[in-house]
């Protein structure tokens, strides 16, 4: 302080930040610088009048500011300083120059930061010299300066700040302002805070209220009488702000204005006419704020109170102004505020509250009301109990006890209304009870507080309103039974009825009224009163307002409770006098039967006579219910259904829910009665006929009303009355309700064809119920026949749906069944407990759906599956296979993509699997399969995922039930076409082969022959499972091997027929061909070929020339392809099986060759298939497949008693004996000792394979061949004697030509000579092949023949060279070139040595034979060298003229000429012409023409003059 005031030099002005520093001193050490105060200013105001500088001036006007704040804080607190208090006035003294020169020399400055710094300055000099009483005027003469700066462009907050700090001087030290002064000072700051021109800040608005509670300190009645001068003025923001002033200053509670807060509400009241919003919110304001004070004594209070209630009632009537709703918001929280403690407030408001409990328009204000009258109350009872009555003849208008017990009951039956005024009200009516009756005080003690509990305990969305509503008037009945007054009772229904009016309608609040009343008619003894209650509600009823309707059924309703016969007969007779009203002219008639009054008066009564039904006495009920409550009811509903006397459709949706209404509450109220079961009610089928009609007369591509399901409900209560329906009737009907909901579009189309969302929930709510009402059917109909025929009989007509092509279709289905299910587990299935036979089928039904392209039907599925488990397990323990659904809840209803899906419902078949009950696998496949043809892609696939899982995990069991699986899965596969559906039904028959091989073999064999593509490909698919396929292969060989050794040990022939193929071998070789052929890999058949091939081999000699079996009789009906006559080639069947076989263990070129040699075609023909068998062994020879295991096989077959048998066997051996295998496994002996026999075989084939495989033991043990030489050849020239077959013959002959390639002449021994005379025999043979063979054979013996038997040979050479030179020109290319070579061989023989020459020419080398060349060389030889030889010629040709060939015949024709030509006919005696001649005529007439020319040249050349003809 030292340094600054250093600084200080007058005149010599300061710095501004000198006095800056000086006035923060000031402010930071007030009461440390007040010893400067003196000194201070004194420097100060020798330096003012140099001061010229407007920031100089600012600065010492803010020294001055902030040292007048310091020395006012002194003052304020100068015990807690530490030196001497220096006297006020003297502190003052320093002051009055400072600010005489500043208001004398300053004020009039322009600069508005400087006359901001004057004011903010002159407020605490002027506060601090207002203390001295002289300088007071000097204050007060300044004082008009400063209110005028309100109308200058400064900021007004420091003027207002400014004027606070007097006034509160001026206040509290009661400082009179002058008269002029006072009003200047209030007229300007209510100005402040009404103008709109300058928008006022918030510090500024509190600085000015500050001001007027100031003004109110040191003036009250003159700040009151002018702020009441205010209100008169009619202008919103003077009447608000004066009363926002008076406000304040009742909120401010001085004890100068306490005793004048009579003169406050009597201001404040003059302003109660007024209309504004605004003013009427500041009232209440004002009220709120007064109501609140510690003490309400005499200051009017009640009218204030009064005034809210005005205000609320007045803004309930405008509610959809914003501005009222505000204020009745206000007038709420001012009634939730009032505290009753508050001194006066009971004398204020006891019991004048009351007035306002029944009056509908304060309903809003009754929880704080309730609550302000329940604490009341209770202190008047602490007072003692007559304090508590109430004086119902005193000056206060109070409601009347039944009207405030009809008001208070019908506020609680909303609740949770008006902020749960409920609750307040019930406390107020135990509060009121003595005042109600006295008789009702102890039992309200105990029911109120009890209703209060179950208010409390639910919300409102959780109330059962119904249940509610219920409670209040059992209350009600009961108090009027404890107070036990008729005059009471018929009082309080007179107050019900008159307050009906004052409510809305409609509303819950008069809906409850109509049943109090109802209730209170009911415990009225005074039936006179109750009569002409009834009658005149039932006349003066508005029957065109549906609540009013309502009403008076619930009237009429509750009062039969007690007064049954009176109210029947108050309905009887009003319905009389109904159906006399006439209504003339034709069009009026017309709006009367659709819209008229009439016809709404018939609905009425129609359900009132229900709604007494069901509130009538239960011992009375059955007696009245046909004669006086239905046959009305349907009387009314004809009634309805005419016009102009003319039944009409009913398509009034009004009507048939009015008649749906009836028969739901008849039915119901006959079921609670005690006789129910054994009452027969005679209206069930008619009622039941109306129901129906009412269903199919609703549209099935909309959802609009609610007739289709209230139908389904009444149908279901109707259906537990007798006389119960047959099983066929209840199946129809269930049908129809199924019919009716299930086409329904889809509710999501639904709800958008019907626009707004209102529409929509409408829908929906619809859509719901009437499924919850189907549901709800299901169970009636199942409890009333509770059977598990009738269940499967509901379950197939829900089947139906479930193959729908429209998957919201199959949605209700499956939730219907969801319903079903759970019905039957808890009425059947929980009572009986007997084994759930249905399990499988249901299963098998459902489970597919479990893949549906809808969440919501795999959640169905999911529910169904889960009930079937809950039943199916009740005798197990489900354990963790609940905890493992849950898991899969999720993923099957998360619409994951398909393969997510079949995973998770395969997952809960493996569930499934652990309680399936193997015995019904049959049922459970059959439904499975019919799943697969009528469900959806998916759903099919599941199907089959479930039947795989289902045989795989239960498999084991099912051995009983295999023959009928299969033949479910091969009865269906001509239905399921689809490439993977059908794969699922081969890998469901490849898994039960995998628990069962021989029965799932056994039950295909028995199919039909020939097999079909069906059979095939479930033989296929067991030979395509790499695990299965050696299995099945083995199965298969041991049932033709069975077969084959229980065919065998039929000895006769006549035993049997051979000529039809056995059916199960013959089924078990396309069996064979049909898994082969599926196998990818060849390594099982060449394991098994050992013994497929012999089996294979045998069942085609078996089949060979056999017919189709005939069809079998099946344990199942015959399918349509069963019936079918049977046809086929049976050893075409074992062929192809043996081709795939060997194909299968061979290569290609196998394949190729025995195709190319056509083997099969042989094989396949009887008579060919000796043939096809030596083929085939060959090729398998060389290519190794022959072992011998199979030789060891197969040599048993020569001696089997079948013929066939023998013939393969011996074809087998005989061109087994080409191989060196015999010889190596020294089988070669045995192999011909069969052969030996077998060459005696009364079969011509088995003797010509056993003469072949003789012959054949020169390819396969030539080295044997002179060993056997004997052997051989005693048994081939042999069969050269067979007359029964030119085979054998000629087999003999081959045989004999391989056999004599081997031997020299020495070992042919004596057989030489038979031999060479036999074979000569068949040169002229007709067979071909024959004579090919016995020219081959007779060429061998040429080459054989030495000295030994070389004249023996060259004798038979002699008798047979003409024949051989003419068969050089045989018909047959391969007899004339075998010929060749023989003639050619034999030619030396004949000793002709000259012409060998030129027979070496003509047949040796490759050169083309020319046969007439070798003729004439030969025969001019011969006529010269050899007559006797020419002579055998000639007369040998001669006979060849009668030969059968037309060729030779030609030939030997040509010859005889060409031997003519060449012989001298004088020398030649033997020569005939005359026998040649006749010869050539016979020849002229041969059907050949070509012999017929030959015979014609040689006659010409023999007699050239001949004629032709001649």
């Not at 006579?609 to 349907?634: C, F, G, M, W």
Request: hydrophobic share 40%; glycine share 4%.
């Amino acid at each position: 302080m030292y340094e600054l005031h250093c600084h200080l030099k007058p005149p010599k002005l300061p710095e501004e930040f000198i006095l800056v520093t000086l006035g923060n001193l000031s402010s930071a050490y007030a009461r440390k610088c007040i010893p400067f105060v003196r000194v201070t200013l004194n420097t100060m105001f020798s330096m003012l009048e140099f001061v010229k500088d407007g920031r100089l001036r600012q600065a010492f006007c803010g020294v001055l500011e902030q040292w007048s704040r310091a020395v006012r804080l002194f003052l304020a607190n100068w015990e807690k300083c530490s030196f001497p208090k220096v006297g006020q006035l003297r502190l003052c003294n320093h002051f009055l120059p400072v600010y005489t020169h500043v208001t004398s020399n300053w004020l009039t400055c322009e600069e508005p930061e400087l006359k901001q710094a004057i004011i903010k300055a002159l407020g605490p000099m002027m506060s601090l010299l207002l203390h001295k009483e002289e300088y007071q005027d000097q204050i007060f003469e300044h004082l008009s300066w400063l209110l005028e700066q309100y109308n200058e462009n400064t900021d007004v907050f420091h003027v207002t700040k400014s004027l606070s700090q007097l006034l509160e001087v001026s206040g509290e030290y009661k400082i009179p302002l002058p008269d002029g002064k006072f009003q200047a000072i209030c007229s300007a700051l209510h100005n402040q805070i009404c103008s709109q021109a300058r928008p006022l800040s918030m510090e500024n608005h509190t600085e000015l209220v500050h001001c007027v509670v100031q003004l109110a300190r040191s003036s009250p009645e003159d700040l009151i009488a002018f702020l009441h001068s205010q209100l008169k003025i009619k202008n919103e923001a003077v009447c608000v702000t004066s009363l926002k002033l008076l406000r304040a200053i009742v909120d401010a509670d001085l004890p100068e204005t306490r005793p004048k807060k009579c003169l406050i509400v009597k201001a404040v009241k003059s302003t109660f006419s007024d209309q504004n919003a605004t003013v009427r919110k500041a009232v209440l304001h004002f009220i709120q704020r007064l109501l609140s004070l510690q003490s309400v004594e005499n200051c009017a209070a009640w009218d204030m109170v009064a005034h809210v209630f005005t205000e609320f009632s007045v803004s309930t009537s405008k509610l959809a102004i914003p501005e009222e709703n505000t204020i009745q918001t206000l007038c709420t929280d001012i009634l939730q505020c009032l505290d009753t403690s508050v001194t006066g407030m009971t004398q204020v408001l006891w019991p004048r509250l009351l007035e306002y409990v029944v009056p509908v328009q304060y309903t809003g204000t009754l929880k704080p009301l309730c609550r302000c009258l329940r604490e009341l109350a209770e202190k008047k009872q602490q007072e003692g109990e007559e304090a508590a009555c109430l004086d119902y003849g005193g000056p206060v208008k109070l409601p009347t006890p039944q009207g405030l017990l009809a008001r208070l009951l019908v506020v609680a039956s909303s609740p949770y209304a008006g902020e749960g005024h409920g609750c307040a009200a019930l406390q107020l009516l135990q509060a009121l009870h003595q005042n109600i009756h006295v008789a009702v005080g102890e039992m309200w003690g105990v029911k109120i507080p009890s209703l209060l509990q179950y208010i409390e305990g639910n919300t409102e969305n959780s109330l059962d309103h119904a249940r509610w509503e219920q409670m209040l008037l059992q209350f009600l009945r009961t108090s009027l039974g404890m107070i036990d007054d008729s005059a009471w009772s018929s009082q309080i229904s007179l107050e019900l009825n008159q307050q009906m009016a004052s409510y809305a309608s409609p509303s819950l609040e008069k809906s409850f009224l109509y049943k109090a009343l109802g209730t209170s008619l009911a415990v009225c003894q005074d039936l006179v009163h109750v009569k002409s209650q009834l009658h005149q509600f039932l006349t003066a009823t508005d029957y065109m307002e549906a609540p009013e309707r309502q009403g008076v059924i619930s009237i009429l309703a509750l009062s039969a409770e007690s007064h049954l016969d009176l109210t029947l007969n108050a309905l009887q007779e009003f319905g009389a006098t109904v159906s006399k009203v006439t209504i003339p002219g034709f069009i009026s008639r017309l709006k009367d039967y659709h819209h008229g009054r009439r016809g709404q008066t018939r609905s009425t009564l129609m359900l009132t006579y229900s709604s007494v039904a069901v509130h009538a006495p239960k011992e009375q009920l059955l007696s009245r219910v046909e004669a006086d409550i239905t046959k009305n009811i349907l009387l009314h509903y004809r009634a309805s259904c005419q016009v102009l006397g003319i039944t009409v459709a009913n398509k009034d949706m009004n009507l048939k829910l009015t008649l749906i209404q009836n028969v739901m509450e008849i039915s119901c109220a006959i079921l609670e009665t005690r006789d129910s079961q054994e009452f027969e009610f005679s209206y069930k089928l008619e009622l039941l006929g109306y129901m129906l009609d009412f269903i199919k007369m609703e549209p099935l591509d909309s959802l609009t009303s609610p007739v289709r399901y209230q139908a389904v409900l009444a149908i279901g209560h109707l259906s537990k009355l007798k006389p119960s329906l047959t099983m066929e009737e209840n199946r129809e009907l269930l049908g129809q309700c199924f019919k009716s909901l299930f086409p329904l579009p889809p509710l999501e189309k639904m709800k958008e064809e019907d626009g707004t969302a209102k529409d929509a929930l409408h829908i929906q709510s619809l859509y719901v119920r009437s499924l919850e009402a189907l549901g709800k059917l299901v169970e009636t109909l199942l409890e009333e026949e509770p059977t598990a025929d009738w269940f499967q009989e509901m379950f197939e007509l829900l089947r139906t749906w479930f193959s729908s092509g429209k998957e919201w279709e199959r949605e209700r289905a499956l939730q219907a069944s969801t319903q079903l299910l759970t019905a039957y587990r808890e009425t059947v299935h929980s009572t009986t407990q007997e084994t759930f036979h249905q399990f499988g089928s249901l299963i098998g039904a459902i489970a597919p759906y479990s893949c549906d392209s809808l969440a919501t039907s795999r959640q169905w599925v999911f529910d169904c599956i889960s009930c079937l488990l809950c039943i199916q397990g009740q005798p197990m323990n489900l354990g963790s296979a609940e905890e493992e659904l849950r898991c899969l809840h999720e993923e099957l209803t998360a619409a994951p993509d398909p393969e997510a899906l079949f995973q998770a419902s395969s997952k809960m078949a493996r569930v499934v699997s652990e309680y399936f009950p193997p015995e019904q696998a049959t049922a459970f496949i059959e439904a499975t399969v019919e799943s697969m043809l009528s469900a959806s892609p998916t759903c099919a696939t599941a199907a089959g995922l479930w039947m795989k899982v289902i045989l795989k995990e239960c498999g084991d069991a099912m051995l009983d039930k295999v023959p009928a699986i299969v033949d479910i899965i091969y009865s269906h596969m001509a239905t399921i076409q689809e490439g993977s559906l059908r794969q699922f039904l081969l890998e469901a028959v490849s898994i039960l082969a995998h628990h069962h091989l021989e029965a799932v073999i056994s039950s295909l064999l028995s199919n039909h022959l020939p097999m079909d593509s069906d059979t095939s490909e479930l033989w296929r698919s067991l030979g395509g499972d790499p695990l299965l396929a050696t299995q099945v292969l083995q199965v298969l060989i041991e049932k033709i091997k069975t077969s084959t050794s229980q065919e065998e040990s039929i000895t006769s022939e006549t035993e049997t027929d051979r000529h039809l193929a056995a059916a199960e071998p013959l089924s078990a070789t396309c069996a064979i061909f049909e898994v082969v052929s599926a196998q990818q890999s060849s390594k099982a058949v060449q394991e098994l070929l050992p013994e497929l091939f012999p089996v294979l081999l045998q069942q085609v000699s078996r089949t060979s020339g056999q017919k189709m079996p005939l069809p079998r009789i099946r344990s199942r009906s015959l399918s349509q392809k069963d019936q079918q006559h049977t046809e086929g080639n049976p050893c075409r069947f074992s062929v192809q099986a043996l081709e795939s076989v060997l194909s299968k263990a061979g290569n290609e070129r196998l394949v190729r060759v025995l195709r190319t040699q056509k083997t099969w075609i042989l094989l396949e023909n009887p008579q060919t298939h000796h043939e096809g068998v030596c083929l085939l062994v060959s090729v398998l020879l060389r290519f190794g497949l022959i072992t011998l295991e199979i030789i060891q096989s197969l040599l048993p077959w020569v001696n089997s008693p079948m013929e066939n048998f023998r013939v393969t066997g011996t074809a087998f051996l005989a061109q087994l004996m080409t191989d060196p295998m015999l010889r190596e496994k020294k089988l070669l002996k045995s192999v011909l000792r069969i052969l030996e026999e077998r060459s005696q075989d009364r079969n011509s084939i088995v003797r010509q394979m056993a003469v072949r495989g003789l012959g054949n033991i020169v390819d396969g043990a030539p080295v044997k061949v002179k060993k056997y030489k004997k052997f051989l050849l005693d048994i081939l020239i042999g069969a050269l004697h067979d007359i029964f077959s030119s085979e054998v013959i000629g087999e003999s002959m081959k045989a004999l030509a391989k056999v004599l390639k081997e031997l020299k002449e020495k070992d042919i021994g004596s057989s030489f000579k038979d031999l060479t005379q036999q074979i000569r025999t068949y040169f002229d043979d007709e067979d071909d092949a024959l004579r090919s063979v016995a020219f081959v054979l007779f060429g061998i013996l040429a080459r054989l023949t030495k000295k030994k038997r070389k004249a023996y040979f060259a004798e038979q050479v002699r008798k047979s060279w003409v024949t051989l030179l003419l068969h050089l020109q045989d018909p047959s290319p391969e007899v004339s070139m075998e010929c060749r070579a023989t003639f050619h061989l034999c030619f030396p023989f004949l000793g002709l040595k000259r012409l060998q020459h030129a027979i070496n020419r003509h047949l040796g080398g490759r050169a083309k034979l020319k046969p007439e060349e070798l003729q004439v060389d030969i025969c001019r030889h011969l006529a010269k060298e050899n007559a006797e030889l020419l002579e055998n010629l000639y007369s040998t040709t001669i006979a060849y003229f009668s030969s059968s060939w037309e060729g030779i015949r030609a030939v030997a024709a040509n010859l005889a000429g060409i031997i003519l030509e060449h012989t001298d006919t004088q020398r030649m005696k033997w020569l005939d012409l005359e026998h040649l001649l006749m010869s050539l005529q016979v020849l002229e007439k041969d059907p050949s023409p070509t012999v017929q020319l030959v015979a014609t040249e040689l006659i010409s050349d023999i007699c050239p003059g001949r004629a032709l003809g001649e």
